[in-house]
């Protein structure tokens, strides 16, 4: 039988899964490289990311964030202003179509801080599908609003007591209700992870960041940016805007990971940048980077922001990374915290503490840089979700 679609990035990626999976996925490759053939499908997609999801979203020059740092003139894609808060809905609608075109009418989510779950929640209530979402039960404790939104759009939510009752576990129990129920359900996977087709087709749902931002750097700025800067939990963001300049050899394209509290505190989800717990292992059915102990088990992670708390990175990122087209650096929680207040007091944006990761390394590098250079930073969500972590982290000093 004919590949339609690489599997690999380099040695990364893959599909190690259960052999009872093997026909789901590769009906899901099918169809996906289907979709993408038919106009039908992109017209429907375009139609609907326009009208509900609300595209393009903008491109805003950044003015007193600029001047304040007194270097590169900054851009913000705001992402921020896409539906239901954040870039996620751009995978979850594209892949909800797929879910149709496949006549599957339930799918299962996992979801660490939520924002994927409603994402997924919310084009499940679009589209008439059946929802159920896993989500640790220590996660659910914390995000508690993001769980109840998911139930008045109607979703399931269903709390997952294994292991570290976090993300990871909640991935963990979606595949094994997939296994279960693949005949009618599709796994709905909410970042630039899996076995292959995944890191594929929600790269391809993603670039539609990279490629507005692109047309709208070259009609506002007249040029395209000198760097490109997203933050990185599974990398669908980040994958998403460097898409639009990989060919770009001009351009320079960095990803931020979560520092937490420092690299040599261990307590960190910067998969790239701990020369000491990273290594190449095989988790939730593909090879990439993960973060283990020297038993191979996977590590506990931590970081502020609850979107980029993981342990592994998509496949696609660790090529880049290898092949050096990309580069990969960390901001620690403080710094996160910081260049979220600096954003909400320059630009009157308040930004998700993932997408403060990506502002951080701003911060650090535009004073660095000449005025009349560029950076693009994806500003991947907006902050209201993270409301009750920074009245926490900040409280006496607000
Ligand atoms: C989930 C999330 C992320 C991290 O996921 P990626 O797949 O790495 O993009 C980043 N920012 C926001 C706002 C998120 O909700």
Same mark, same amino acid.
């Given at each position: 039988?004919?590949?339609?679609?690489?599997?690999?990035?380099?040695?990364?990626?893959?599909?190690?899964?259960?052999?009872?999976?093997?026909?789901?996925?590769?009906?899901?490759?099918?169809?996906?490289?289907?979709?993408?053939?038919?106009?039908?499908?992109?017209?429907?997609?375009?139609?609907?990311?326009?009208?509900?999801?609300?595209?393009?979203?903008?491109?805003?020059?950044?003015?007193?964030?600029?001047?304040?740092?007194?270097?590169?003139?900054?851009?913000?894609?705001?992402?921020?202003?896409?539906?239901?808060?954040?870039?996620?809905?751009?995978?979850?609608?594209?892949? %909800?179509?797929?879910?149709?075109?496949?006549?599957?009418?339930?799918?299962?989510?996992?979801?660490?801080?939520?924002?994927?779950?409603?994402?997924?929640?919310? =084009?499940?209530?679009?589209?008439?599908?059946?929802?159920?979402?896993?989500?640790?039960?220590?996660?659910?404790?914390?995000?508690?609003?993001?769980?109840?939104?998911?139930?008045?759009?109607?979703?399931?939510?269903?709390?997952?007591?294994?292991?570290?009752?976090?993300?990871?576990?909640?991935?963990?129990?979606?595949?094994?209700?997939? *296994?279960?129920?693949?005949?009618?359900?599709?796994?709905?996977?909410?970042?630039?992870?899996? +076995?292959?087709?995944?890191?594929?087709?929600?790269?391809?749902?993603?670039?539609?960041? !990279?490629?507005?931002?692109?047309?709208?750097?070259?009609?506002?700025?007249?040029?395209? +940016?000198?760097?490109?800067?997203?933050?990185?939990?599974?990398?669908?963001?980040?994958?998403?805007?460097?898409?639009?300049?990989?060919?770009?050899?001009?351009?320079?394209?960095?990803?931020?990971?979560?520092?937490?509290?420092?690299?040599?505190?261990?307590?960190?989800?910067?998969?790239?940048?701990?020369?000491?717990?990273?290594? =190449?292992? =095989?988790?939730?059915?593909?090879?990439?980077? *993960?973060?283990?102990?020297?038993?191979?088990?996977? %590590?506990?992670?931590?970081?502020?922001?609850?979107?980029?708390?993981?342990?592994? =990175?998509?496949?696609?990122?660790?090529?880049?990374?290898?092949?050096?087209?990309?580069?990969?650096?960390?901001?620690?929680?403080?710094?996160?915290?910081?260049?979220?207040?600096?954003?909400?007091?320059?630009?009157?944006?308040?930004?998700?503490?993932?997408?403060?990761?990506?502002?951080?390394?701003?911060?650090?590098?535009?004073?660095?840089?000449?005025?009349?250079?560029?950076?693009?930073?994806?500003?991947? !969500?907006?902050?209201?979700?993270?409301?009750?972590? *920074?009245?926490?982290?900040?409280?006496?000093?607000?």
């Amino acid at each position: 039988m004919t590949t339609l679609l690489p599997h690999k990035f380099g040695p990364y990626g893959g599909q190690f899964v259960p052999e009872t999976l093997m026909p789901a996925l590769i009906e899901l490759e099918r169809e996906f490289v289907s979709a993408r053939n038919d106009p039908a499908f992109n017209a429907e997609f375009d139609k609907l990311m326009a009208s509900f999801v609300g595209r393009p979203t903008p491109l805003t020059y950044a003015r007193r964030l600029s001047e304040k740092l007194g270097g590169a003139q900054i851009y913000l894609k705001r992402e921020d202003l896409a539906h239901t808060g954040a870039h996620k809905i751009n995978n979850a609608l594209g892949q %909800a179509l797929l879910v149709k075109r496949m006549s599957k009418k339930r799918i299962v989510a996992e979801t660490g801080a939520g924002q994927h779950g409603v994402a997924s929640a919310t =084009v499940a209530a679009l589209l008439g599908l059946e929802c159920v979402v896993y989500m640790g039960s220590v996660d659910i404790a914390r995000q508690e609003p993001n769980v109840f939104r998911m139930k008045l759009l109607g979703a399931e939510v269903r709390p997952v007591e294994s292991g570290t009752k976090t993300l990871k576990d909640a991935i963990n129990e979606a595949i094994r209700d997939w *296994v279960t129920n693949v005949r009618d359900t599709h796994y709905l996977l909410g970042s630039a992870l899996g +076995p292959h087709p995944y890191p594929t087709i929600v790269r391809e749902f993603q670039s539609v960041i !990279g490629r507005e931002a692109r047309e709208q750097m070259l009609m506002d700025a007249g040029r395209l +940016p000198d760097t490109v800067i997203a933050c990185v939990g599974g990398g669908s963001n980040a994958i998403g805007v460097f898409s639009g300049f990989v060919k770009d050899e001009s351009v320079e394209l960095i990803g931020v990971e979560a520092g937490g509290s420092g690299i040599i505190s261990g307590k960190h989800a910067a998969r790239f940048g701990d020369a000491t717990k990273a290594r =190449v292992g =095989v988790i939730h059915g593909t090879r990439t980077y *993960v973060l283990q102990d020297e038993n191979g088990q996977i %590590a506990e992670t931590h970081s502020v922001s609850a979107g980029l708390d993981y342990a592994a =990175v998509g496949p696609e990122h660790a090529m880049l990374r290898d092949t050096e087209r990309a580069f990969y650096t960390s901001a620690t929680d403080e710094e996160a915290l910081s260049a979220f207040q600096t954003l909400c007091h320059t630009e009157g944006i308040i930004p998700a503490l993932e997408s403060s990761h990506a502002v951080a390394e701003v911060i650090k590098r535009a004073p660095t840089m000449r005025k009349d250079q560029v950076i693009l930073v994806n500003l991947s !969500g907006r902050g209201d979700k993270d409301l009750n972590t *920074v009245i926490k982290e900040l409280g006496q000093n607000l």
